[in-house]
């Protein structure tokens, strides 16, 4: 193989292990692992949430510890059953680090039905680790709407959301 077509993989495999990261956190947050959501993290990782609009407030999250109280306080199953869908992602790597543009939506199972809880679209950093796992430096929510008079998804002491 020349330099040139390794290099080609190389990048694919770069772009295809950031993509599996953002999966995973949607396959990990709607079936309440917490570890496993916790490591699509860094260290040190920010996962925060913000509209436009005022009727949306904002909220952050930082390190593992501030991460880890966020799920600890998430709904799962059989409480309340969700999915996060990835949509669209747009995926920029540059050596051990990444950018990521994507839409998401999150369904919820309300009154019997399913119903749309909130979409809007995702601006993420991402790192490669010393253990070649590609995980969030910073996730950040941008909020378009959320369905009113449903119930939050997340709470706990230090913040409460209804957006994510």
């Given at each position: ?6 290099a080609?993989v190389a990048?694919l495999?770069?772009?295809?292990d950031?993509?599996r990261n ?8 709607d079936?309440g ?6 490591d ?16 949306y407030p904002?909220?952050?999250?930082e ?22 869908l990835?949509?669209?992602p747009l995926?920029d790597v ?14 919820v199972e309300?009154d019997g039905?399913?119903?749309?809880r909130?979409?809007g679209r ?6 490669r680790?010393a253990?070649?796992r590609?995980r ?5 929510a941008?909020i378009d ?11 706990s002491e230090?913040?409460t959301s209804e957006?994510?």
């Amino acid at each position: 193989m020349t330099d040139e077509l390794l290099a080609r993989v190389a990048a694919l495999e770069a772009e295809r292990d950031v993509l599996r990261n953002m999966y995973r956190y949607g396959h990990t947050i709607d079936l309440g692992d917490e570890d496993g959501w916790v490591d699509c993290f860094t260290e040190d990782g920010v996962f925060a949430a913000r509209s436009d609009r005022p009727q949306y407030p904002p909220f952050r999250v930082e390190g593992r510890a501030g991460i880890r109280d966020f799920i600890e306080h998430h709904t799962r199953p059989p409480a309340l059953w969700h999915k996060h869908l990835l949509i669209e992602p747009l995926i920029d790597v540059d050596g051990d680090q990444a950018t990521a543009r994507s839409y998401f939506v999150v369904l919820v199972e309300y009154d019997g039905r399913p119903t749309v809880r909130v979409f809007g679209r995702y601006d993420d950093r991402l790192q490669r680790g010393a253990d070649g796992r590609w995980r969030f430096a910073e996730r950040l929510a941008t909020i378009d709407s959320v369905t009113p008079g449903l119930p939050p998804l997340a709470r706990s002491e230090e913040h409460t959301s209804e957006l994510q």
